[in-house]
């Protein structure tokens, strides 16, 4: 069996599954309210503006408002120490382990944010030391943009530093490896994997790929979310047309892909989420020529089939109990999940407290993982 643990506890692997939140760092009220140190900022090359209400209220991208959702504690600061625990704090009291941290590069507004947060993560972990979060880094191919003020550098350059300025003892890995997943915007896996091999020697880390298995050396697959292909559409005026389906189809046929590719991923994380609506963000509403559709996309929270976090965490449940019953159309495990997302408010596909739908999705998250980990721990005694 594979052991899943923090970099700096390699003796003391976590339960499986790991319930993990997607974390956006995105968030800012006031600009100058939190000084960056110099000592952070010998590291990089170019500082780029923090906005006032940065993706709150956010100017550049034309709207004034981008959230269906009000935080339980209101908006804040990704950079707040209070909010950071309160975030540690919710996570970890429904199951959620950590935190799969968005990032747009070494020079980017995110990595500003994310220095902050991983202060507060290592001084929650050293006055919680019985109760320790984790984390691991979502690339996202963003980085090479030279977009929201962002100054890109290499695949190479960027790795260097996670490596050198972002890995600390609390950073999630495999059997000692780094894990990292990548939100790509084109075919290029080959392309990732030979930079991060540059950085961490070859298998020296996991890869973990977006919606598909290109066996470009991808060592896992993950699902973001999306409805079934039934309703999406490629011609019509909505991407996608039937906010009342879950996604949960393409799900189940995403984790059979996985067992059909050609080669052998080590392994899965499976994926959940409570819903999406972008309908508040303006660039939903702009047609492009590389989307000439006008968007927005939604899927509805509740849908005529049932609770749309509940038919995807069904699909999973339903994988796990397949693969620990020993079908060979199963045969990958799926010891990571990911709930897409955590946070992201401009996409309403959030669990993190609210005051208007409060804890239930992560009760639900929460109540979902004990199943979870019996199913694994009767897979287990069966070894």
Same mark, same amino acid.
């Given at each position: 069996?594979?052991?899943? %643990?923090?970099?700096?506890?390699?003796?003391?692997?976590?339960?499986?599954?790991?319930?993990?939140? &997607?974390?956006?760092?995105?968030?800012?009220?006031?600009?100058?309210?939190?000084?960056?140190?110099?000592?952070?900022?010998?590291?990089?090359?170019?500082?780029?503006?923090?906005?006032?209400?940065?993706?709150?209220?956010?100017?550049?991208?034309? $709207?004034?408002?981008?959230?269906?959702?009000?935080?339980?504690?209101?908006?804040?600061?990704?950079?707040?120490?209070?909010?950071?625990?309160?975030?540690?704090?919710?996570?970890?009291? %429904?199951?959620?382990?950590?935190?799969?941290?968005?990032?747009?590069?070494?020079?980017?507004?995110?990595?500003?944010?994310?220095? %902050?947060?991983?202060?507060?993560?290592?001084?929650?972990?050293?006055? &919680?030391?019985?109760?320790?979060?984790?984390?691991?880094?979502?690339?996202?191919?963003?980085?090479?943009?030279?977009?929201?003020?962002?100054?890109?550098?290499?695949?190479?350059?960027?790795?260097?530093?996670?490596?050198? &300025?972002?890995?600390?003892?609390?950073?999630?890995?495999?059997?000692?490896?780094?894990?990292?997943?990548?939100?790509?915007?084109?075919?290029?896996?080959?392309?990732?994997?030979?930079?991060?091999?540059?950085?961490?020697?070859?298998?020296?880390?996991?890869?973990?790929?977006?919606?598909?298995?290109?066996?470009?050396?991808?060592?896992?697959?993950?699902?973001?979310?999306?409805?079934?292909?039934?309703?999406?559409? %490629?011609?019509?005026?909505?991407?996608?047309? @039937?906010? @009342?389906?879950?996604?949960?189809?393409?799900?189940?046929?995403?984790?059979?892909?996985?067992?059909?590719?050609?080669?052998?991923?080590? $392994?899965?994380?499976?994926?959940?989420?409570?819903?999406? @609506?972008?309908?508040?963000?303006?660039?939903?509403?702009?047609?492009?020529?590389?989307?000439?559709?006008?968007?927005?996309?939604?899927?509805?929270?509740?849908?005529?089939?049932?609770?749309?976090?509940?038919?995807?965490?069904?699909?999973?449940?339903? $994988?796990?109990?397949?693969?620990? @019953?020993?079908?060979?159309?199963?045969?990958?495990?799926?010891?990571?999940?990911?709930?897409?997302?955590?946070?992201?408010?401009?996409?309403?596909?959030?669990?993190?407290?609210?005051?208007? $739908?409060?804890?239930?999705?992560?009760?639900?998250?929460?109540?979902?993982?004990?199943?979870?980990?019996?199913?694994?721990?009767?897979?287990?005694?069966?070894?």
């Amino acid at each position: 069996m594979m052991n899943f %643990h923090r970099a700096g506890s390699l003796q003391s692997p976590l339960d499986l599954p790991v319930l993990l939140g &997607h974390f956006v760092p995105w968030y800012a009220l006031d600009a100058a309210a939190y000084p960056f140190p110099d000592e952070w900022a010998k590291d990089i090359d170019y500082r780029p503006p923090v906005e006032n209400m940065r993706h709150w209220c956010d100017a550049r991208a034309g $709207y004034r408002r981008t959230h269906l959702h009000w935080p339980e504690i209101g908006v804040y600061d990704s950079r707040q120490p209070q909010a950071i625990e309160w975030q540690i704090r919710a996570a970890l009291e %429904h199951g959620v382990q950590g935190f799969i941290v968005n990032w747009y590069g070494k020079n980017s507004v995110e990595n500003l944010i994310t220095l %902050h947060w991983l202060k507060g993560l290592n001084d929650w972990n050293a006055a &919680h030391p019985g109760q320790p979060f984790c984390y691991f880094i979502s690339f996202d191919s963003q980085a090479q943009w030279p977009s929201e003020g962002k100054r890109p550098v290499t695949m190479e350059e960027d790795f260097r530093y996670i490596k050198d &300025h972002l890995i600390t003892d609390a950073y999630l890995c495999r059997d000692g490896r780094p894990i990292f997943s990548v939100f790509p915007y084109e075919d290029n896996c080959a392309q990732w994997r030979r930079a991060m091999n540059s950085v961490f020697g070859a298998e020296g880390a996991d890869l973990i790929w977006m919606n598909g298995t290109p066996r470009q050396g991808e060592t896992a697959a993950f699902p973001w979310v999306r409805p079934d292909d039934a309703a999406l559409s %490629h011609e019509g005026f909505y991407p996608w047309k @039937d906010p @009342d389906n879950a996604g949960d189809d393409f799900l189940r046929s995403f984790y059979e892909r996985c067992n059909e590719a050609q080669g052998r991923l080590d $392994y899965i994380m499976g994926g959940v989420w409570p819903g999406f @609506d972008d309908q508040l963000v303006s660039w939903a509403w702009n047609a492009t020529p590389e989307n000439p559709s006008v968007r927005p996309r939604v899927i509805c929270r509740e849908t005529s089939r049932g609770n749309t976090l509940e038919l995807t965490w069904k699909a999973l449940l339903d $994988y796990l109990r397949q693969w620990a @019953d020993g079908n060979p159309q199963a045969a990958i495990p799926c010891p990571l999940i990911q709930i897409v997302t955590w946070n992201d408010y401009a996409e309403a596909s959030t669990v993190e407290p609210t005051k208007d $739908y409060g804890c239930k999705p992560l009760e639900i998250c929460q109540a979902n993982l004990q199943t979870a980990r019996r199913i694994w721990a009767e897979a287990k005694n069966k070894l």
